[in-house]
């Protein structure tokens, strides 16, 4: 099983954390840390397996991690996970360029589930994320509205909007607004 | 409202999306913490609008500071509103922040359940796929309870992206709901054969996984995994399984002698490192599990070796550690092999990286022997002094440690030269080992007598240099072994050679900066120092030498009385008060030696740590029973204390061991002693001090050894290590030249004699005497110690819930919760044909029950036996030399039967060869229990046994059994054995290849064949580049890759050496089922062998016959009479006469090859049934008259009857 998977930047900030086992976030993010503490010590050119993580799991855990330029990506496995096979995992399937994270999080939903390796045909897992996408471009996309309205605003230049706008006393409730979006 | 509409999207363009988020956050570094809680509280806002596009983008960036660390539990209701969008987009954000933030402890989590349940039958493959993955994250005991039925129905789903999630979910279905493992796991077994190789490879994922915790349930399934591991090409998989062999082999050696040769193979073939890892750690784990008699492995163990070499010896560092991690799993069992590498390993401490350098340490652990151990821990002391790092100096350290003490000092020939490395790395500055220093100083002086007055002397010189030790660095961790300095000084004091000079040393200011408990010991031990003075004094007559020591003493005390540590204090102010005595005494002259002495006479012996645990109860005495009867409460509460007194008065002399018994006991021993010599288990140390310390009762009485004096005792100064490993080899030397010496005169002496062992003057362990014949004081054991292994199962382990007997067949009870309110029907097609098997099974009329119940304990139990049968076949069946047998038939839901290396015609030919059966019988297992498939096998066994595979033989479903049970088991005469079948017939064949097919409806979609070809190369050249163009017709027409034309042909998925044959499978499309039809094609491919390479065609034609489309369905015999009386069944039969066969057999070949199972049967008359990949009833009547067979079919469909009775008539006329 693999316990969690962590992606930071040479300063330890998270870029994307997805535990699969239930941890409180201040315990996450001390987990995060030093992990981060961890694998920044060691030298790029020596193995990549970090035995028993103090805070994950015990001595069947071992940290297997993988350094890219400005990242660090960081699975925590136990002993049913293939080693090699995670970094082959990590190299062949999560190079993919790094932005935010849900985004990332889609297409790590279709390669890891729940702790399992689900896909690792690359073509598969490609085809099932555009079509994910082509899902959500068909529906308008999450923030189409409003960065066509903030595009326009861009446009005309205005200096300083004010902030709030208070039409306060417009408040006629209206059940199904999400239809005219 | 336009009005409205308009402030909703004015207020919606001043929202900040995710990227405005991220942004912000990066532009105030500084004040980081309050532009969060700022945003937080403008998402706080959004989500407080009805409009969910804007909930979704809050709970969007939610999710983004749920990964900075902060808490978003609070919007747990907001994220189930934005889960239960219509708009894929939101609920994928609302599913994200729910896996993310929900746990066991979300409240609010119930209300998600039916969502989830909408969600996973919607029509739309990416709403189910993204509320599976999100469950996987969040399921709690109560979702998976209500979850379990519907997602166990998705494993069934047409899509197989939905289905390979489902699967996966399933794992975490059954850790959350334990009870949902028995009824879905035959569904999950069916899916390790699913055609998706990502349905597949979740599904073996699942099993490995559940297998790995428990892995004795899963060992019936190693038939299975082992097929697959030889057939399947995907390294994900074949990793996973052969991990799997790792948990089993331990379980079943036999399996181990199976999986070397194909595990070999692999590590020879594959290119892929993580591949080839895995085997060798798999094979490692057989060899382990073999180790006890298989000589014939080192063959393997070299590969392995060799491999793992290579690996250790590679430049990437991540090979050379796991090649490390391996060999160390190989010098547990094979020693020998691994220590042949002692240089490679010894390079790797020398490695730049520090985890590489622990894990070579770890195997120097085990690579140690007498002969070696002086030069490795030579190695490793030079290591100590360059070691950077305090970590790694200590890791060093505790190593050095533990190589020397491993198994009882069992490789240390030179205690002196022990004794001197500890007292070297006392040197360490800052360790935090000084504790595990000390106490080795310490094991070794107490147990091995011989070392005493050895270490007292350096003991002694560690005590005078302490102010070394205590002042610079005070309190770092080495001055722990001044503690076991004063110990062994004082209790053994009578070895030392200047008892004053140490005594001052012991008594100087600067002890007084050490830590209390070292300071203890030393006032503690100074006594016992001053009683051996005083004693020499006195006995040399120097009355004053002995009052001087006196005035030292109490001159000195005072500086412990004033101690801050109250036990230094404690014991000083005792000691000081007896020493002013005896000043008081010594005045008057009166001799105290003798008394003082006294204070400490006697030894102490090392106590085995368990001792306590292991003293055995004695017969009689029930620890558990109340010593006084509870009182009860009407007994006043003054009475109490005295009925206890009273009570206890009165036991006591009871237990209390009778001194008076010495003889019993000496008698008891005896008589222990003898059956312990007739005992042949009973491992009888030679003759051990403990033994002959019980022997004879007394500390006079453990045998003190004499010290070969060649090597010299006293050491000038503090020793150095070194100088004995040369002292060390000099002895050796010293030691073979004499037993040459020995030997040539024996030789000389018995020239005519046969040695016994060549003579070859090779150093081996056993030839190096060690230096002291030093007896090492074993632990104190109480008499009749019990051997006992402490049983450690955590009882919290949550995979424990999971340990569940998997090859029970399955009860009416166990089903998987179904909600009864379903708020929306969509469940989709999968569902109506699949749980066949639960629904039937419901069916029983209550009438019938209790006997039936009665009969299905009998049938479990003979399951059962028929389960561990089956294995033990399966297991001892040595893989076939040459040609493996068939591939058994395989009509229903059971097995891939893929044997890679089959060779299709010597099974048709040489049909009754034995190892066939016992193959067929093998392959059978694996099958599910509901399945029933017509199994022809008989194999080699005594005749009794005859009539159990008979039963076997002739399986039907349960049901069916119960019913027809009685009269089949009074009236079955023995009959003849049915010789195998296969169910693969011949397609075309030419000097290059030849083509057997076999064709099976699958029962995942409607209207689809899977056809299963084998293609077996005859020649003597490579067939590579194999495509199959097969002619769609309008009715039938082959599933091809997206993309690819109608003309196109299909690859093979594989190239053919020669006399290497591999099956490969097509699905085909069927529209109407009613007609049997031929399909044209060809197969092209190019063979290529020395001389060059040609192109090569062979055509062929498909024929699917009706029954090809029928799948083997149980059915009960009172669903099947309800069936029949619908009347929706139209009707035909047919009549064949000459039939020879008995008919039992008869049954059998119909079930076989026209995919029916047998209902109900009573003498010569049988009901069967089927089921078409369509859905049509075929319901049989087979009656045996004298020489024919008649058969009364009644069908959905007419036509499909009367072309299904056609085909059978041909079956029953070869018969």
């Known amino acids: ?181 | 409202m336009a009005l409205k509409m308009v402030k909703g999207s004015i207020d919606r363009m001043f929202d900040k999306n995710l990227q405005d988020l991220v942004r912000g956050i990066r532009n105030h570094k500084e004040d980081e913490a309050k532009y969060i809680s700022q945003c937080i509280d403008e998402i706080k806002q959004e989500l407080k609008q009805d409009n969910i596009a804007v909930k979704a983008n809050a709970v969007c960036k939610l999710t983004y500071l749920q990964m900075l660390g902060y808490d978003i539990s609070w919007a747990a209701f907001n994220i189930i509103e934005v889960m239960s969008a219509s708009k894929f987009t939101f609920k994928r954000i609302g599913y994200l922040a729910a896996s993310q933030s929900f746990h066991e402890g979300t409240d609010v989590i119930m209300l998600t359940t039916n969502q989830i349940r909408k969600d996973l039958s919607s029509p739309s493959q990416y709403d189910t796929g993204v509320a599976l993955t999100g469950l996987s994250c969040f399921v709690t005991p109560d979702l998976a309870r209500d979850l379990a039925n519907d997602i166990m129905t998705l494993m069934s789903h047409t899509k197989p992206y939905i289905r390979k999630k489902a699967v996966l979910i399933m794992y975490k279905v059954f850790l959350k709901y334990p009870e949902s493992l028995r009824p879905a796991f035959p569904r999950l077994k069916e899916k390790l054969e699913d055609p998706d190789p990502g349905v597949q490879s979740a599904a073996v994922n699942v099993i490995c996984e559940l297998a790995r915790r428990n892995p004795k349930n899963y060992l019936s399934l190693a038939p299975l995994f082992f097929k697959l591991m030889t057939s399947s090409t995907n390294n994900w998989v074949l990793i996973k399984i052969i991990k799997l062999f790792g948990a089993l082999t331990p379980l079943e050696p036999r399996l181990g002698k199976k999986l070397i040769e194909p595990l070999t193979n692999l590590i020879h073939s594959t290119s892929a490192m993580s591949l080839l890892y895995e085997c060798v750690n798999t094979v490692i784990a057989v060899l382990i599990s073999l180790s006890s008699g298989m000589p014939n492995h080192s063959a393997s163990i070299q590969l392995c070796v060799q491999k793992l070499r290579i690996l250790i010896e590679d430049s990437d560092q991540n090979l050379k550690y796991l090649g490390l991690l391996a060999m160390s799993k190989i010098l547990k069992t094979h020693p020998k092999s691994v220590q042949s590498h002692k240089d490679l390993i010894l390079q790797c401490l020398d490695d730049k990286d520090e985890s590489i350098r622990l894990r070579a340490l770890d195997l120097l652990y085990g690579m140690v022997s007498k002969k070696n151990l002086m030069e490795i821990v030579k190695k490793l002391m030079t290591h100590v002094d360059k070691a950077e790092g305090t970590t790694y100096r200590d890791e060093l350290l505790t190593k050095i440690i533990d190589i020397c003490s491993q198994s009882n000092y069992q490789y240390i020939t030179n205690f002196e030269w022990y004794i001197s490395i500890l007292v070297e790395l006392t040197r360490l500055e800052g360790t935090r080992h000084g504790h595990l220093i000390a106490a080795q100083m310490l094991d070794v002086a107490i147990r091995v007598k011989a070392i005493r007055k050895f270490a007292v002397s350096q003991m002694s010189a560690l005590l005078d240099s302490a102010h070394l030790l205590a002042s610079s660095t005070q309190r770092n961790g080495i001055c722990e072994v001044l503690y076991a300095a004063a110990w062994i000084c004082g209790e053994f004091s009578e070895h030392l050679q200047e008892p004053h000079h140490t005594l001052e040393a012991m008594l100087r200011p600067r002890v007084t900066t050490l830590p209390g408990h070292i300071q203890a010991v030393y006032v503690q031990n100074v006594v016992k120092l001053y009683a051996s003075i005083l004693q020499q004094k006195e006995q040399a007559g120097e009355a004053e030498g002995a009052q001087a020591v006196t005035q030292l003493m109490v001159d000195r005390l005072p500086q412990f009385v004033q101690s801050a540590d109250l036990e230094v204090q404690e014991r000083a102010s005792c000691i000081l008060q007896l020493v002013k005595h005896i000043q008081k005494l010594q005045a008057k002259d009166v001799p105290v030696a003798e008394e003082v002495s006294a204070l400490f006479a006697g030894e102490l012996n090392p106590v085995a740590p368990k001792a306590q645990k292991k003293v055995p109860v004695p017969e009689g005495l029930d620890l558990d029973a109340w010593i006084n009867e509870p009182l009860s409460d009407s007994e006043s509460e003054d009475e109490r204390p005295r009925a206890v007194f009273h009570e206890e008065e009165q036991r006591r002399p009871k237990h209390r061991p009778s001194e008076a018994d010495e003889e019993e006991l000496a008698r008891r021993r005896e008589a222990r002693k003898q059956e312990q010599a007739n005992n042949p288990f009973y491992i009888k140390s030679s003759p051990s001090p403990q033994k002959r310390y019980q022997d004879t009762p007394g500390v006079e009485h453990i045998p003190v050894v004499q010290i070969d004096l060649s090597v010299p005792l006293k050491v000038p100064g503090l020793p150095m290590s070194d100088q004995y490993v040369k002292l060390e080899e000099e002895r050796r030397h010293r030691q073979k030249l004499e037993k040459d010496k020995r030997r040539k005169k024996r030789k000389e002496k018995e020239k005519k004699g046969k040695r016994r062992h060549s003579s070859l003057p090779t150093e081996s362990d056993e030839d190096i005497a060690p230096a002291q014949q030093v007896d090492i004081v074993t632990e104190e054991m109480p008499e009749n110690a019990l051997p006992s292994d402490e049983d450690d199962k955590d009882p919290n382990d949550p995979y424990r819930a999971l340990d569940i007997d998997l090859d029970k067949p399955l009860a009416d009870s166990e089903k998987l919760p179904i909600q009864k309110h379903r708020n929306t029907e969509t469940s989709k097609s999968p569902e109506k044909d699949v749980p066949m098997v639960e629904k039937k099974s419901k069916k029983p009329k209550k009438k019938e029950k209790k006997h039936k119940e009665k009969e299905r304990d009998k049938e479990k139990k003979k399951e059962k036996e028929k389960k561990a049968e089956d294995l033990d076949f399966w297991l001892s069946t040595t893989p076939p030399p040459a040609p493996a047998p068939a591939p058994a038939p395989v009509p229903s839901t059971g097995e891939l039967s893929v044997n890679t290396v089959t060779t299709p015609k010597d099974e048709c030919e040489d049909a009754k060869t034995e190892a066939q059966g016992e193959e067929d019988d093998a392959e059978g297992q694996d099958q599910d229990k509901k399945s029933p498939k017509p199994k022809k096998k008989k194999h080699r066994k005594e005749k009794e046994e005859r009539t159990k595979g008979k039963k076997k033989s002739k399986k039907q479903p349960p049901g069916s059994e119960e019913a027809a049970g009685e009269p089949v088991q009074n009236g079955a005469p023995e009959e003849e054995q049915l010789p195998p079948e296969s169910s693969y017939s011949l397609l075309a064949e030419n000097s290059y290849v030849k083509m057997t097919c076999d064709i099976r409806g699958s029962l995942q979609e409607d209207s689809q064949v899977t056809v299963a070809i084998v293609l077996e190369n005859r020649s003597s050249s490579i067939l590579k580049g194999m495509e199959l163009s097969v002619l769609d017709s309008l009715n039938a027409r082959m599933a091809r890759p997206q993309g690819s034309s109608v003309h196109d042909g299909v690859p093979v998925p594989f190239q053919l050496p020669p006399g290497v044959s591999n099956e490969a499978q097509y699905v085909f499309t069927i529209q109407s089922i009613v007609m049997a039809q031929k399909l044209k094609g060809t197969l092209s491919f190019i063979a290529k062998n020395d001389e060059g390479a040609t192109h090569e065609k062979l055509d062929f034609r498909l024929h699917f016959s009706c029954s090809s489309y029928l799948i083997t369905t149980p059915c009960y015999s009172d669903a099947f009479a309800k069936l029949l009386e619908s009347g929706d069944l139209s009707m035909s039969s047919i009549k064949v006469d000459g039939i020879r066969m008995s008919f039992q057999n008869l049954l059998a070949k119909i079930c076989f090859h026209h995919h029916f199972s047998v209902v109900e049967r009573v003498d010569s008359c049988a009901s069967m049934y089927s089921r078409s990949i369509q859905g049509h009833h075929v319901c049989l009547l087979v009656k045996k008259g004298e020489n024919s067979v008649s058969v009364d079919g009644k069908c959905s469909d007419s036509t499909l009857l009367s072309n299904l009775l056609e085909e059978m008539k041909a079956t029953l006329a070869k018969c």
């Not at chain 1, 049913?80 to 889609?106: N, R, T």
């Open chain 1, 1 to 181: 099983m693999i316990q969690a998977i962590l992606v930071f930047n040479n300063h330890g900030k998270p870029r994307l954390v997805r535990f699969y086992q239930r941890f409180p976030e201040e315990i996450q993010q001390q987990i995060v840390r030093e992990t981060f503490h961890l694998v920044l010590k060691r030298d790029d050119n020596i193995c990549n397996f970090l035995e028993g993580g103090s805070l994950i799991g015990g001595s069947d855990y071992k940290l297997i991690y993988r350094h890219y330029a400005t990242l660090y990506f960081v699975f925590c496995v136990d002993s049913s996970e293939s080693e090699l096979g995670i970094l082959d995992l990590i190299q062949v399937h999560l190079e993919v360029v790094f932005f935010i994270a849900p985004k990332v999080h889609y297409i790590l939903q279709e390669v890891v589930m729940g702790g399992m390796v689900l896909e690792t045909n690359m073509n598969e897992i490609v085809a099932q994320i555009e079509a994910q996408n082509r899902l959500e471009k068909s529906e308008g996309g999450l923030s189409a509205a409003p960065a066509r309205a903030v595009s326009a605003v861009k446009n005309i230049n205005l200096p300083e909007i004010p902030r709030n706008i208070n039409i306060g006393d417009l408040n006629i409730k209206v059940p199904n607004l999400s239809q005219f979006v």
